[in-house]
């Protein structure tokens, strides 16, 4: 069982930058498959970014939606990072962690097993 904690988020300005992390409470994530999605009001989970599992010193590939390409970067050490920046309204959401043991089918919410309890972040104009 994974226990995934989230931290970061908030609310900012458009053209803001935010940074949320995600860690595994007593184990390591190093064999996961990580993922970032949100949830806005009314609509359904959407895949943000995703990080695959360490292997060896390569670095990890990693995967982006549309929507936030060249606006995020996802990363790792021995947590999960997503670095947001220029910010829109449309960010607005509820976002949240994920992992995986795979690296497949990277944005269906589905494939993934274990998820951080969500945090928001507010985007204003």
């Known amino acids: 069982q994974v226990q995934l904690v989230q931290s970061g988020g908030g609310a900012v300005q458009a053209g803001g930058s935010l940074r949320l992390s995600c860690a595994a409470s007593?184990?390591?994530?190093?064999?996961?498959?990580m993922a970032w999605f949100r949830q806005a009001p009314g609509k359904e989970r959407e895949f943000v970014a995703a990080i695959r599992y360490i292997l060896g010193g390569i670095d990890p590939p990693t995967l982006y939606a549309d929507s936030v390409k060249g606006r995020f970067t996802v990363s790792r050490d021995h947590m999960v990072y997503l670095q947001m920046n220029v910010l829109k309204p449309e960010d607005t959401a509820v976002y949240y962690c994920a992992a995986k043991t795979s690296w497949s089918d990277n944005d269906n919410p589905d494939r993934y097993d274990y998820w951080g309890q969500g945090t928001q972040v507010t985007i204003s104009s």
């Open positions: 007593g184990r390591t994530i190093r064999s996961y498959s």
